[in-house]
């Protein structure tokens, strides 16, 4: 069993920032792919960001400059600083974690980026 627990969501102006943080426990080995996904109301989840274990990370065309991803191998935990918040970046962020052939998820922290 590996649990996924998000925390660092809320209500931010636009303009602001945010920083999430997930941490991974459980039946941990290895960990591959860290990641963040975002759903907004009415659209299908999406990828925000990712970070493999050797450091190396992708972001989607609308957040890059905007979010930096990052990771603690010791602590199992990912992270998603987010700046210049957008009220279209408002979506449930999932953690995602990729390990030993599965993607396993959180269940999502709100972020809500009012204009």
């Known amino acids: 069993q590996v649990q996924l627990v998000e925390s660092g969501g809320g209500l931010v102006q636009a303009g602001g920032s945010l920083r999430l943080s997930c941490a991974a426990s459980?039946?941990?080995?290895?960990?591959?792919?860290m990641g963040w996904h975002r759903q907004a109301p009415g659209k299908q989840r999406e990828m925000v960001a990712s970070v493999t274990s050797n450091g190396s990370t992708n972001y989607a065309d609308n957040v890059k400059g905007r979010f930096t991803i990052s990771r603690e191998n010791a602590k199992n935990t990912v992270y998603l600083q987010m700046n210049s918040l957008k009220p279209e970046d408002t979506a449930v962020y999932y953690c995602n974690v990729f390990m030993k052939g599965l993607n396993y998820w959180g269940k999502g922290t709100l972020v809500t980026v009012s204009s």
């Open positions: 459980g039946s941990i080995f290895r960990i591959n792919t």
